[in-house]
């Protein structure tokens, strides 16, 4: 069983700042990387930004100096936004790619809605 929960969106002025938080249960996998994507209306879900479990990140250009992605333990991921914009209203998935055995798989959570008014 693996199960993605997702916290902390909300609505924040422009230049405001917002934490969210995904806890990863997936006892027999061992976790290869957690990440952000993002979905606006009318727009395809896009990566904003990732971590491996050696700890390396990717940040997409729109959010990079902004945004913070980081890991406790191995289970929990945040994602830090600050100095956010309106363009950054959007439906926020956490994603976990997780292996078992020879296999991976990718998991998403419920989605968190992230509303930067003007």
């Known amino acids: 069983q693996v199960q993605l929960v997702e916290s902390g969106g909300g609505l924040v002025q422009a230049g405001g700042s917002l934490r969210l938080s995904c806890v990863v249960s997936?006892?027999?996998?061992?976790?290869?990387?957690m990440g952000w994507f993002r979905q606006a209306p009318g727009k395809q879900r896009e990566l904003v930004a990732a971590?491996?479990?050696?700890?390396?990140t990717n940040y997409a250009d729109s959010v990079n100096g902004r945004f913070t992605i980081s890991r406790d333990n191995q289970n929990t991921v945040y994602l830090q936004m600050n100095s956010l914009k309106p363009e950054d209203t959007a439906v926020y998935y956490c994603?976990?790619?997780?292996?078992?055995?020879?296999?991976?798989?990718?998991?998403w959570g419920q989605g968190t809605q992230v509303t930067v008014s003007s």
């Open positions: 971590i491996t479990s050696g700890g390396s």
């Open positions: 994603n976990a790619r997780l292996r078992h055995m020879t296999y991976e798989y990718d998991y």
């Open positions: 997936a006892s027999i996998f061992s976790i290869m990387s």
